[in-house]
């Protein structure tokens, strides 16, 4: 599991570089999204534009990264590809999350 | 050990007299095995993945859409991940067999394991997960069986001795 953390105009730009977020690697995802987000910027984005493939378990640990985030950060996602966008519909977490269509309008929005 | 990858160790033999015909290569099935695909792994978290890519790199030799096969590989990891945290919980995971069959406009999925029956010997409904509450107290998981429901035409769970026998059939069209 390889999540990558940039900071950019006052957004932790989280990117993840795995195709699938699944059983297996759920716990894992849970526990670096706590480490990346215990500092930096309050505003977290998570890029999930390489990811393909998403089960409940991996639906559970971004809820999960979600509930655990620290007191004044929020965390937003960005870059649903069509069969994870279809997994967040189906179970209505589209309605939980704040998702952009794609990280580079969500950064000039912020510096503009 | 039982840890092994399904698409190495697990045999991927295809029924009929084409074996191993769907093992890593990327060969597409042979006309013996058109429409028929037989798996054999071990029920443990960590193989997943791989019986997945297998069961998919054969689905995909099929007359199946493309979004169709997005939502049949998300019910078998589903299944599959309920065989592994539930079905063998606790214990040494034991066999899993995935059986595909494709009819015309049909596909019907049969995996067999030899763990824990269903509690109540039922498939569960599977409800939705409850997002109208406070962030704190969203669910983390648990709606995998609104998934399996939701997203195929029928499901059939069967306790044949100590062998649970579950049916998961998709319209194809």
């Known amino acids: 599991m390889n999540l990558h953390s940039t900071?950019?105009?006052?957004?932790?730009?989280?990117?993840?570089?795995?195709?699938?977020?699944?059983?297996?690697?759920?716990?894992?995802?849970?526990?670096?999204?706590r480490s990346l987000t215990e500092t930096g910027p309050d505003h977290v984005?998570?890029?999930?534009?390489?990811?393909?493939?998403?089960?409940?378990?991996?639906?559970?640990a971004l809820v999960g990264a979600l509930k655990q985030m620290p007191t004044g950060k929020r965390l937003e996602l960005a870059?649903?590809?069509?069969?994870?966008?279809?997994?967040?519909?189906?179970?209505?977490?589209?309605?939980?999350?704040?998702?952009h269509a794609d990280t580079t309008h969500c950064l000039s929005r912020a510096a503009g | 050990m039982g840890a092994a990858k399904a698409a190495e160790t697990g045999?991927?033999?295809?029924?009929g007299d084409?074996?191993?015909?769907?093992?890593?290569?990327?060969?597409?099935?042979?006309?013996a095995t058109k429409?028929?695909?037989?798996?054999?792994?071990?029920?443990?978290?960590?193989n997943i993945r791989a019986a997945l890519r297998q069961a998919r790199r054969h689905l995909a030799s099929l007359p199946v859409?493309?979004?169709?096969?997005?939502?049949?590989?998300?019910?078998?990891?589903?299944?599959?991940?309920?065989?592994?945290?539930?079905?063998?919980?606790?214990?040494?995971?034991?066999p899993v067999t995935l059986n595909a069959r494709h009819d015309g406009d049909r596909l019907c999925i049969v995996l067999r394991d030899m763990g824990r029956p269903l509690p109540g010997?039922?498939?569960?409904?599977?409800?939705?997960?409850?997002?109208?509450?406070?962030?704190?107290?969203?669910?983390?998981?648990?709606?995998?069986?609104?998934?399996?429901?939701?997203?195929?035409?029928h499901v059939d769970y069967v306790r044949h001795g100590s062998e649970n026998r579950l049916t998961l059939e998709f319209s194809t069209p």
């Not at chain 2, 045999?11 to 029924?15: I, L």
């Not at chain 2, 493309?66 to 309920?82: G, H, K, Y």
């Open chain 2, 65 to 94: 859409p493309e979004d169709r096969l997005a939502t049949i590989e998300l019910v078998l990891a589903e299944a599959l991940n309920n065989v592994a945290e539930h079905a063998y919980a606790g214990t040494r995971p034991g």
């Open chain 2, 11 to 15: 045999s991927g033999s295809a029924s």
């Open chain 1, 45 to 60: 984005i998570l890029d999930l534009s390489a990811v393909t493939f998403i089960d409940s378990s991996g639906l559970g």
């Open chain 1, 79 to 99: 870059g649903l590809t069509r069969d994870v966008a279809k997994v967040f519909r189906l179970t209505r977490m589209d309605t939980v999350f704040t998702i």
């Open chain 2, 35 to 46: 429409g028929k695909l037989t798996l054999r792994f071990s029920g443990a978290t960590d």
């Open chain 1, 7 to 33: 900071y950019n105009n006052d957004i932790n730009l989280i990117a993840v570089s795995e195709t699938r977020i699944d059983s297996g690697v759920a716990i894992r995802f849970k526990d670096l999204m």
């Open chain 2, 18 to 31: 084409s074996s191993g015909s769907d093992r890593g290569s990327g060969d597409p099935p042979t006309r």
């Open chain 2, 121 to 153: 010997l039922v498939p569960p409904i599977g409800t939705p997960p409850d997002v109208n509450r406070p962030v704190d107290d969203l669910p983390e998981g648990g709606f995998g069986w609104f998934l399996i429901r939701d997203l195929t035409d």
